[in-house]
């Protein structure tokens, strides 16, 4: 393993770059992941060109961060991983990771991607506190969460549509 704090020993997290624009456009246009992402409809190339020619802006400017899941010692890019929401002020951030594809999930990728940025938050950005919310049928997530260190410190009741019922959120929190 590398002294580089955004390196693992299964993944490392890296910043976006121009050539990343038709794995984002499909990975955000796919449907089956909407329900997570809270997506209502498609994004389209010239917006998503757009967002890559502006991602360099610090952190500090834009108030998020969204870096690739990248296989160690590859250039196989498996997710993404992002701060969303960052508060310099009271020093939180909002945290969501996708694994995209679906035979990459369940190996720990997204585990150790956690850990790495949960690092970098505490090491580098300074920050006190992170949080997400998850849908309370989104078992694995919740896992996976609570397995690095968060905790349920809430429930939404009836939060969140699903198409055909009303699903409760919960609210994780993590004190770094």
């Given at each position: 393993m590398?002294?580089n704090?955004?390196?693992?020993?299964?993944?490392f997290?890296r910043a976006?770059e121009p050539?990343?624009l038709?794995?984002?456009?499909?990975w955000?246009?796919?449907t089956?992941?909407?329900?997570?992402s809270?997506t209502l409809?498609p994004?389209?190339?010239?917006?998503?060109?757009?967002?890559?020619?502006?991602?360099h802006?610090d952190?500090?400017?834009?108030r998020?961060l969204r870096l690739?899941?990248?296989?160690?010692g590859?250039?196989?890019a498996?997710?993404?991983?992002d701060?969303?929401d960052?508060?310099?002020?009271?020093k939180r951030?909002g945290?969501g990771i996708?694994?995209?594809?679906?035979?990459?999930?369940r190996?720990?990728?997204?585990?150790?991607a956690?850990?790495i940025l949960?690092?970098?938050c505490?090491?580098?950005l300074?920050?006190h506190?992170?949080?997400c919310?998850?849908?309370s049928?989104n078992?694995s997530?919740?896992?996976?969460f609570?397995k690095?260190?968060f905790?349920?410190?809430g429930t939404?009741?009836?939060?969140?549509?699903?198409?055909?019922s009303y699903l409760d959120e919960h609210?994780?929190?993590?004190?770094l």
């Open positions: 590398t002294n704090i955004l390196h693992g020993q299964q993944v997290l976006l050539e990343d038709e794995m984002l456009y499909k955000e246009n796919d089956e992941i909407w329900n997570v809270e409809s994004i389209s190339r010239f917006i998503l060109k757009r967002y890559l020619e502006n991602v802006k952190i500090f400017a834009t998020q690739v899941v990248q296989l160690t590859t250039d196989k498996v997710g993404t991983i701060l969303f960052f508060d310099q002020f009271h951030a945290i996708l694994i995209a594809e679906k035979d990459e999930r190996k720990g990728y997204a585990e150790e956690l850990q949960v690092r970098y505490r090491e580098i300074k920050i506190q992170l949080y919310t998850i849908s049928e078992q997530s919740t896992d996976l609570m690095v260190g905790n349920i410190t939404r009741k009836e939060w969140i549509w699903n198409g055909t609210f994780l929190q993590m004190i």
